[in-house]
Every structure is written in structure tokens, then in C-alpha cells.
């Protein structure tokens, strides 16, 4: 089956399957805005979004990694879900935002979606581990990745990371599933006073993931857009390559379209 994929910013995607259109962790606020996190840090936006909500025409679904960093969900991406029927996230996303539209899920808990548009269609919630050591990631708060199934796929799965570094629970994902097509989670988002410490995949990682499931297709996403990611997209591209998976990198440019059978 044919799924368009079209980058907007930072994670934020929309993925077209058959014309059932999904959208992933909405951030459509402008550059220059700057959020207290929750741990006390600044996130500083630098990059727009390449569409907006006015862009994107129907919507059936947001697949909302988490809600409590803005990068993940902006003030913009905060009032989209209003106009969504349903969004998919975690348990913890579902007493905060207080929407009845959001289903919570934990690690492994599937939801079957009903359309004709893609029979067979359901969505499982895949764990995360979002920093690099244990103190990281339980500031960090609970997070979820996601695989997409349906009816028809010879090849395998979709997988979204979410916000997440290598760990066990990828190596998992990996076990469980043959993952055809993975997006994932990079440009080692961090801060100086973390030192070596960071909080998603760096290119290093995202490359043993890629490896490690023998992906047919590789989407890297959350790479631009504020100022605390820490590798550069060029540099992600040019070690992706060095790796030998040229011939499996799906390079997405903002707003512009891309096709792949899945």
C-alpha cells in the first residue's frame, strides 16, 4: 500500500496511508519562541513548520509520542488537537490534556481503528526510554513509540521511535516485529549541562536500530528546529551513507512529499 509521508517540523509529520492521514507530535508554532520545561531547562524554537493546520485538510489521527515537552507539543499543536477525533498517546497524555478524543495506552496495548480506507488497520504502543541513563529519563516522564499495521503488508511494519535512545526496549521492538519501514527519532537532543548525557537517538544509534531490525526503509525525523539538538542534519546524512545504508535512507525535506510502498 502506498504511505506519503510529508516532514513538517521537528517530529511532526503527516503520514498519508490510502487517504487515512495521520499526524505525529504537532509543533506548528513559529521560530523564536522560547518554554520553560518541566525540569527547569529553556527550549529555544528555531525553525517553522513547512505546513499548517489550515494546509493539511482532514485529519483522522494524531499519534502524540507525549505531551510534556514542547517540541513534542506546542501551544499551536495543543489547540490542533481540539479539531482531531481521535489521538492516541500515553496514559499519563490522557489525564493531562483532558480531551475525551485521547486514548491512552501503555507498552505492548494495541487500538484497532475501523475504516475502510485501511482494513486491518491498528496501532501499538512500543516503549521508550527517553535519556540516556535512568535519572534522565525519569525527569524526562513516560513516552511512547508506535507501530502501524495493516492488512496487505508483505514486507513488514511501520515503526515511529518516539522520543527515545537505544535500549532494550528497541532491541524488543526488534524481536517482536519484522519492521519494514522505520522513522526515527534523532539529532541527540541535549543541553550543555548534561555533559554526555542526551535524550533521543543519536545518528550512531539510529544507525545500529536500522541495522539491527534490517529496515528496508529509513526515515530520520526530529533532527531541526530547536536549538537543542546537538548533530546537525548534514552531518546525520553523511554518516548514514558512510554506514552503507544510502540505498535504505528515505531523506525527507520539509514539505515536500514522499512516497513509499509499505
Not at 499548517?52 to 509520542?65: A, E, F, K, R, T
Not at 517540541?71 to 495543543?78: E, T
Not at 527517553?130 to 514486507?155: R, T, Y
Request: glycine residues 10%; negative net charge; charged residues 20%.
Amino acid at each position: 500500500m502506498n504511505v506519503t509521508i510529508t516532514q513538517i517540523d521537528t517530529a511532526c509529520m503527516l503520514i498519508d496511508i490510502n487517504g487515512y492521514r495521520i499526524v505525529t507530535d504537532p509543533a506548528f508554532d513559529a521560530a523564536g519562541g522560547s518554554y520553560q520545561s518541566g525540569s527547569g531547562r529553556v527550549l529555544k524554537k528555531t525553525g517553522s513548520p513547512a505546513l499548517h493546520p489550515s494546509d493539511l485538510g482532514q485529519v483522522d489521527l494524531v499519534l502524540l509520542s507525549h505531551d510534556q515537552h514542547k517540541d513534542n507539543l506546542d501551544n499551536s499543536g495543543r489547540e490542533f488537537l481540539n479539531t482531531v477525533s481521535l489521538v492516541i498517546s500515553t496514559k499519563e497524555a490522557r489525564g493531562r490534556l483532558g480531551l475525551a478524543t485521547v486514548t491512552g495506552v501503555d507498552e505492548w496495548q494495541a487500538v484497532n481503528i475501523a475504516t475502510d480506507k485501511v482494513p486491518g488497520l491498528s496501532i501499538t504502543g512500543t516503549p521508550c526510554m527517553h535519556g540516556s541513563d535512568e535519572e534522565l529519563h525519569k525527569v524526562a516522564g513516560h513516552v511512547l513509540g508506535f507501530i502501524l499495521e495493516w492488512d496487505g503488508q508483505n514486507n513488514g511494519v511501520l515503526y515511529i521511535s518516539g522520543d527515545t535512545v537505544f535500549f532494550k526496549g528497541v532491541e524488543e521492538v526488534a524481536e517482536r516485529y519484522t519492521v519494514d519501514t522505520a522513522i526515527l527519532h534523532i539529532g541527540r537532543a541535549g543541553f550543555p549541562q548534561l555533559g554526555d548525557r542526551y535524550l533521543t537517538f543519536t545518528t550512531e544509534e539510529a544507525i545500529r536500530t536500522a541495522k539491527l531490525m534490517h529496515v528496508n526503509k529509513l526515515v530520520p525525523t526530529h533532527q531541526e528546529g530547536w536549538e537543542h539538538f546537538q548533530e546537525s542534519r548534514a552531518k546525520s546524512k553523511e554518516q548514514i551513507i558512510a554506514a552503507g545504508l544510502e540505498d535504505k535512507l528515505v531523506w525527507l525535506m520539509a514539505g515536500q512529499p514522499v512516497t513509499l510502498e509499505i
